[in-house]
């Protein structure tokens, strides 16, 4: 499978984004899915997951009550659903496919996409 990340851009606090993730290749929905991101000066981290057929969705504490996670199995897409943006939001965010259930370490990821910027001003 090869991923594709896209929906960042530049938002003020408190607004809103959707970032997705599509996904090519008959196997997505064997995979689990997740968003990370990576900020300058820190190490990337885990943002939020999704498993087989859109259980167990998981998100960081960071996000917990702002963001949702979901997936299309029939679009082969994943989306991350941003509201309430703050400025320690704004990273790079890459979407990735695994397939361990429920996986907050990068390291498990075996398919990651490109990235996409999401700049959040104060």
């Known amino acids: 499978v090869q991923l594709q990340a896209s929906g960042g851009g530049l938002v003020q606090a408190g607004e809103s984004l959707r970032l997705s993730c599509a996904a090519s290749?008959?196997?997505?929905?064997?995979?689990?899915m997740g968003w990370f991101r990576h900020a300058p000066g820190k190490e990337r981290e885990f943002v939020a997951s999704?498993?087989?057929?859109?259980?167990?969705?998981e998100l960081a504490d960071a996000v917990k009550g702002r963001f949702t996670i979901s997936r299309d199995d029939a679009k082969n897409s994943v989306y991350l659903q941003m509201n309430s943006l703050k400025p320690e939001d704004t990273a790079v965010y890459y979407c990735?496919?695994?397939?361990?259930?429920?996986?907050?370490?990068?390291?498990?990821?075996?398919?990651w996409g490109q990235g996409t910027l999401v700049t959040v001003s104060s």
């Open positions: 990735a496919a695994t397939t361990i259930s429920n996986s907050r370490r990068p390291g498990d990821y075996g398919v």
């Open positions: 290749g008959r196997t997505f929905s064997s995979f689990v």
């Open positions: 999704i498993n087989w057929r859109g259980m167990s969705p």
